[in-house]
């Protein structure tokens, strides 16, 4: 049976790309023009103007993986961090990109990045520690010290002005204004693996590796807790839109599950959604919607209709989907693959937009 959304029709590929191997992430710049992926042999490429397909490479193979691609809130930089410990910013200029900076970590694997929403500063991980590289100095504006463990995660408030660390048993916020004031701490009964804010700045969501989600309402100090997860929470999406009771929707995945999280009065309530067979490695809600999309490793993206019904499964990565995310503006989605392959599909008419495969 066809599945049709009330508004659009199905979701077809509409473009195809290939990088030599497992494609480690993708990102879309603020405005939609670019696309940027990286693979776990190292590539950064950026496919510029896709009508015309434009593609640039910022770097091409090594053997070294990259893990951690970010665009900056203008668009103006790309910073790209993996298995060499080296961190690198690209300045974008029209339909070319300039290198501007390589920061060096002894090799320290930097798997986490995140760029400030409001300024050009860049925090990356490394190791315990993760530092603030400032685009406007083109110098470390500081680096904190997480102490008990690795990073696991890091999140920037949507106002800028705190960030949040995630490790071993709390998750820590230390505020921008002044980085040598000592941070506060929500404790973790285990390890926050994946943290993430609320798009309106009221909510943070930790994924712990305890099979559970801690959720805190910002100048709350009593978190809720949701436990019963198949394993380790290790995505996390907010929807950037409320709910009747006034809060966004959470989605969490844990190895084939994912669980919709909606605030009522006084608690969450949850509802599974199940389809996968595979772990799922990657969850996003298109942008001004409640529409879910979850790629997985069993070969399938799935989206699902007010996060509630399946309404169509794709294709294209026969060994299983890695990444995936949304334009910022368009109802266009892109995926990475385990072999190296990068689709897009929009909804409607085949050739409209990118072009036909």
Known sequence: MSLKTKIQGEFEQIWEGMLSDYVTAIAWSSQGKILAASSAAGEVILYHNLEQQLVQYLQTSDGESINSLVFSKDGQFLAAGGQNGQVKIWRLQSEEAELISVLENNRTWVDRMAWSPTKNQLAFS?????????????????????????????????N???????GYQSVKFWMSANWD??????????????IL??????????GNMDRSITVLEWNDPNPWVMRG????????????????????????????????????????DSRVLPRHEGNILSIQFQPNTHLLASASEDGSV??????????????????????????????????????GELIIWSPGSRGQGFGSR
Request: proline fraction near 5%; hydrophobic fraction near 35%.
């Open 197 to 206: 804010w609320s798009t309106d700045g009221k909510y943070i969501a930790s």
């Open 126 to 158: 490394c190791g315990r520690y993760v530092q603030v590289w400032n685009a406007d100095t083109g110098n470390i504006e500081t680096t904190l010290n997480f102490d008990t463990s690795s990073v696991q995660d890091i999140t920037w408030h949507p």
């Open 302 to 339: 799935c989206l699902w209709n007010q996060s509630k019904r399946l309404l169509q499964v794709l294709y294209g990565a026969n060994n299983g989907f890695s990444c995936l995310s949304w334009h910022p503006h368009e109802s266009k989605l892109a995926a990475g693959g385990k072999n």
């Open 229 to 268: 997860f198949p394993g380790k929470v290790r995505n996390l999406a907010w929807s950037d839109i409320p709910t009747k009771s006034g809060a966004p929707l959470l989605a969490a995945s844990s190895v084939e599950g994912i669980v919709i999280w909606e605030k009522n009065a006084d608690n969450w």
């Open 160 to 166: 800028g002005e705190s960030l949040a660390i995630a």
């Open 181 to 194: 004031d000592d941070p506060s701490v929500i404790p973790v009964y285990s390890t926050s693996l994946v």
